[in-house]
């Protein structure tokens, strides 16, 4: 490394010591006279005049503290020196520094070694860790007269103003020339120094290039480039420890793999939940520890995390639950995973969260940009701010329940949340359920008793789902609870005080039940003090080819695959289903098409029957006379827009109504001429199935 370098060098460089002005003209010694001449004056006169041309303010600053400091400024200061074990001690302790210096020291020392130069590295304290010099000879010399060897402490205060003196103390970039230092016996030599930060920017070293005679703005220019590689090598370093100390802290084994699968990092939790105890994981394929595992294949093509997945891998019998972040630099480019596995009990599946306790939805995980949904989520966020109680409506899988856990999370999300569903419930046992017990209070009741769900919500939400179903019979008693915030449990002797938010849900007409006496009108109107109302999936327009993406890429995590994309008929055969089962139906068919699914796309015939069996024949085709709803792009974006949306719209609109331009319009809110001037606009060309299925085509036909 040390040859080629010098060779760079030319030949008249190594001759003669260029870098430097080694004889000093008039015109510098008049100027180094002058200098010296305002040094005396003001450390004479122990104030500091207005600084000239000549004295810049920091080199003045720095005389009258280094006489303030009592240092000689005739003869020689020398800084005190570390004994030999405390300096091995700290040449251990800057161990990753120096590792991170050396390498561009030496480069340093190799381009100045045909010069008198010399190049210095001090720690934040000024102790010289590293003093090099080409020539032996001179270096004897220096050594003699300053005392300048590794070990040595020089700042400011032990040998006065210096270039590395202020660079230590203001942390700034430095040259001092000549008689700018304070002693006079460094009258002859010149210095440029800049500071190295580490990670946090704390000060951690300064790099000096020293010379005699003056110097030029190259040095300070090299010795600033020189002090920024260093510190860029140094927080690299810094930084890897950082993270190698914060891999190795989690118990969770952490891999980190390159994009051909080949692992680049491994903590010791890794290796001990692989069997790799003692050996290194790193260069090994993944595939060779893990097995053939789809889910890492899926990650690394995709660049989409997976969450807790469960896998299993044969090689070393076991099952894992397993997590990957892809890496991506700023352009979104993959260059790996970090993968985060984590042991599953032998015979102990991952429990999937019950809802009983928790409430995992949150307003923001609610799928869906429609007006109509927009609506509910506004006014729902708008309730949670009021702790009354609430009822929802909705048709059965609209949500109802995600929505009252997100209420729940947004008002009381510190509480417990305990839904209770008074429907799957067997009649005689919602009492106890609800109230609890005290011991020995009926035959088979535990002996200790048992608290009740209202009791259970103490602090959080109640969530009472398909109240339509609560017995006629309880009711006063659920009313008594409500209205008093106290229960007593079944057999008990004490109230109990309760503070619940109550939040009910049902798919009934309440107010039917309650002309028909099953409900009590008095808890009817207790419950309903706000009612939210879920709107059913038919009608949220395009929401349900947002949630049907949605759905997909669940499914493919649950299935460890790919997940597909929906082919613009499929699309098709979704939006015209008009989903009596509603989102909890379309999560079903989507999971039932993802594992249908060839060749990463979901097909018509890859739905459930019902809902692909519809008409072959696609009626809506483009301008072109392909069979299309719309153009590819619904299919591949994730999010659809404003054109995408109207288009789907549109055809929601026309298949509701069986292509009746009146009927859609009047949907729509729009008059027929715009109607047809909108399905124009978005290229669409219609034949028209009217209720005679009599094909009629719209583009051709003009408005009446
Ligand atoms: N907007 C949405 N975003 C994401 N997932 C949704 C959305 N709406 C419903 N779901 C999902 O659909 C399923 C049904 O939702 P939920 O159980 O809340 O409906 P529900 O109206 O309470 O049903 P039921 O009437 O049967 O009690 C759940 O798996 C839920 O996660």
Redesign the pocket.
């Known amino acids: 490394m040390r040859k080629p370098l010098v060779q760079m060098l030319s030949p008249m460089i190594k001759n003669r010591d260029r870098l430097v002005k080694q004889t000093l003209d008039k015109s510098d010694v008049l100027l180094m006279e002058k200098i010296k001449k305002s040094k005396l004056e003001i450390l004479h006169n122990s104030f500091s005049p207005t600084p000239n041309d000549l004295v810049r303010p920091v080199v003045n600053e720095s005389w009258i503290r280094s006489r303030n400091y009592n240092l000689k400024l005739f003869d020689y200061n020398y800084g005190p020196t570390l004994d030999g074990a405390a300096f091995e001690e700290l040449l251990r302790e800057k161990g990753l520094l120096l590792k991170a210096a050396d390498p561009y020291l030496l480069n340093l020392e190799t381009m100045l070694s045909h010069t008198s130069c010399m190049v210095l590295l001090s720690d934040e304290e000024g102790v010289m860790l590293r003093v090099l010099i080409g020539n032996q000879k001179l270096f004897k010399k220096i050594n003699k007269r300053f005392q300048l060897s590794p070990g040595v402490i020089w700042t400011e205060k032990t040998i006065g103003t210096c270039a590395h003196g202020i660079s230590l103390l203001l942390g700034i970039p430095m040259q001092i020339c000549g008689p700018e230092h304070y002693s006079e016996k460094f009258g002859q030599i010149s210095c440029s120094s800049a500071p190295i930060f580490d990670v946090n920017d704390n000060l951690a070293a300064t790099l000096s290039i020293v010379s005699p005679y003056l110097q030029n703005s190259h040095f300070l220019s090299l010795a600033i480039s020189t002090a920024w590689a260093i510190q860029n090598e140094y927080r690299l370093a810094l930084n890897r420890e950082l993270f190698d100390t914060a891999l190795e802290a989690t118990d969770e084994a952490v891999i980190i793999i390159n994009r051909r699968g080949i692992i680049t990092r491994a903590n010791a939790a890794a290796r001990k939940t692989l069997d790799f105890w003692g050996r290194d994981l790193i260069g090994m394929p993944i595939e060779d520890i893990l097995g053939k595992q789809p889910l890492v294949d899926f990650v690394l093509k995709m660049g989409e995390p997976v969450k807790d997945a469960e896998i299993e891998s044969e090689r070393l019998n076991r099952r894992l639950c397993f997590s990957a972040q892809p890496q991506k630099d700023h352009n979104g480019n993959n260059f790996g995973c970090v993968l985060t596995l984590k042991e599953i009990e032998r015979g102990r599946r991952r429990e999937k969260p019950t809802g009983q306790a928790q409430a995992a939805f949150t307003f923001d995980?609610?799928?869906?940009s429609s007006p109509q949904?927009i609506k509910s989520i506004e006014t729902a966020k708008r309730f949670a701010r009021l702790d009354v109680n609430i009822l929802i409506q909705?048709e059965?899988?609209?949500?109802?329940?995600?929505f009252a856990q997100a209420i729940h999370n947004e008002s009381r999300p510190e509480g417990p949340f305990i839904a209770i569903n008074c429907a799957a419930i067997p009649k005689n046992l919602i009492a106890s359920e609800l109230f609890g017990y005290e011991g020995g209070a009926f035959t088979g009741a535990d002996r200790q008793g048992r608290p009740g769900k209202i009791e259970l919500a103490n602090g959080g939400t109640l969530f009472l789902?398909?109240i339509g179903d609560m017995p006629l019979e309880l009711q006063p008693v659920i009313l008594r609870a409500i209205e008093e915030k106290r229960i007593m449990r079944i057999g008990g002797k004490r109230y109990i005080p309760v503070d619940f938010r109550l939040i009910t849900?049902t798919?009934k007409n309440l107010l039917d039940l309650v002309k028909n006496k099953q409900f009590r009108e008095d808890l009817y109107y207790r419950l309903k003090v706000l009612e939210l109302k879920?709107p059913p999936l038919r009608e949220r327009g395009p929401d349900t080819v947002r949630?049907a993406k949605?759905f997909i890429a669940l499914a493919a995590q649950k299935l460890q695959i790919p997940a597909p994309s929906l082919s613009d008929e499929a699309v098709f055969h979704l939006l015209k289903y008009s989903w009596p089962g509603n989102?909890?139906e379309l999560?079903n068919a989507m999971f039932h098409a993802v594992s249908m699914s060839r060749n990463g796309v979901i097909e018509p015939g890859d739905l459930p029957e019902e809902i692909g069996a519809s008409p072959a024949r696609c009626p809506v085709k483009d301008h072109t006379g392909l069979e299309l709803i719309a153009d590819s792009r619904i299919a591949a974006a994730p999010n659809l827009s404003l054109k995408e949306i109207e288009k789907i719209t549109i055809i929601q609109a026309l298949l509701q109504t069986q292509y009746n331009i009146s009927e859609a319009a009047k949907i729509l809110g729009m008059s027929r001429s715009t109607l047809y001037r909108k399905i124009r606009d978005n290229g669409l060309k219609f034949i028209t199935l009217n209720r005679n299925t009599r094909p009629k085509a719209l583009g051709q036909s003009q408005p009446r």
């Open positions: 995980k609610i799928v869906g949904i909705g059965s899988g609209t949500g109802k329940e995600l789902d398909e849900a798919n879920i949630l949605h989102v909890r999560e």
